[in-house]
């Protein structure tokens, strides 16, 4: 059997024949494989969607219970037979839920990864490598200028600045889903206990993580209704990036505005954005962490989606791996990311 039956990529999206099935579609499909909630990633509208638990209900929570016509749960590191392919997820270190889709046909074993990191995270399950003759890598970081420092030293940096400036709260803002809940569970790992206060888009997705058992302590709504300006000072406000630049920032005692995400490592996005503490948190692997991935998988070929193409398959090229761009349109770059 040819890779391009097993997996290749359509305008839908990285299409099965040997199983009928799309994986991460961009228009509703009959029968759906996704890796993770994110929105670029977990449409609604398909037929039939197959994902982790808590990825299931990451789309429950963002489009309703009839987010698909069915929905079946795929459980980590078990085999499942659709069509000619046999399907097994594993964890992608992303985000709450995340995962590789491995699909094997006639021998022939092509690994798409989703989105991934390699950095420990305690809000979700670490990578696992899977052995396969082709890996699919994602390159949203896939250029050398991104390397990621280590992100205790990023959340030490806000802390410092809590412990600077106490008079002021400090605005965080960070994608609703896995970068919200990284940030507050980094908070409370280096010993920070006091309340943290949430815009009101990032609620759900927090009381989720809490039930599906990642511990966020102390949350509180940010809304100042029921009390005054000066409440909030000294304290942490989570907030949907874009909110940062809002008229509703300007409700707290002269917010500083910092910004968790991969791209903070360009200074000059940093200061467009009105930013005034970057913090470099990324829940995607940088340069060298998708390099490293590939050296250690050591697939027969690397097949390069949604990010910086061009550097990550000239890198497979000079060590001596079959790679190509699959050029793949649909899967944005999320800059909160």
Known sequence: MRAEDVLCPTPAGLYSKAGDFHIDPTRPVPRALITHGHADHARPGHGSVLATHETLRIMASRYGEDFAGASHTAVLGETARIGDAAVTFQPAGHVLGSAQILVEADGLRIVASGDYKRRADPTCLPFVPIPCDIFITEATFGLPVFRHPEPEDEIAKLLASLDQFPERAHLVGAYSLGKAQRVIRLLRDAGYDRTIYLHGAMEKLCRLYEEEGVALGDLASATVETGKKGDFAGSVVVCPPAQIAERWARRFPDPVACFASGWMRI????????????????????????????????????????????????????????ARPLHMVGYEDEAEE
Do not use: F, N, Y
Request: charged fraction near 25%.
């Open 267 to 322: 200074r000059q996005r940093a200061k467009a954005s009105g930013v005034e503490l970057p913090l470099i948190l990324s829940d995607h692997g940088d340069w060298d962490e998708l390099t490293a991935t590939i050296t250690e998988l050591a697939p027969a070929e690397v097949w390069v989606t949604h990010g910086r193409e061009e550097a990550l398959v000239r890198w497979c090229e000079l060590q001596g791996i079959a």
